[in-house]
């Protein structure tokens, strides 16, 4: 019984040994893995290895539209794809995203470049 008044009067006066969570964050520990931010699309080759080594069928390369999808719900965040980009273009986030209600996909398409004819025929016909 004596035990037990010492353990209720010391944390009675000591500091609590938790977080006050939504008011005091804390930070993420070092390589700890959140999400996937995504592509960037002007670095992307679109050679499709992030696809290939994705354990989920996340990542959607479509070569021809010169596009890179990524289903967040089905992500695993296990970064191989990260790891396994040549160009390295491939962005993950050390923070954990919100809860969300809705399914989205986040989808980046690269933009056409302009060449130089294209360039020369919108000025013959300005």
């Known amino acids: 019984m004596l035990k037990m008044m010492e353990n209720v009067l010391k944390n009675l006066v000591s ?69 396994a980009c040549p160009k390295k273009c491939i962005n993950s986030s050390a923070s954990h995203k919100t809860p969300q209600s809705t399914k989205e996909k986040y989808k980046t398409v690269q933009p056409e470049k302009e060449t130089e004819s294209t360039s020369q025929t919108e000025a013959k016909l300005s």
């Not at 930070?27 to 679109?46: L, N, V």
């Not at 999808?69 to 695993?76: G, H, L, P, R």
């Open 15 to 83: 500091k609590p040994a938790t977080r006050m969570y939504p008011i005091e964050k804390r930070e993420p520990f070092k390589d700890s893995r959140g999400h996937i931010e995504g592509c960037d699309i002007e670095k992307c080759i679109f050679c499709g290895i992030c696809q290939r080594k994705c354990p989920a069928d996340a990542i959607v390369v479509n070569k021809a539209e010169k596009s890179w999808e990524i289903d967040q719900f089905k992500c695993v965040i296990c970064n191989a794809c990260v790891e």
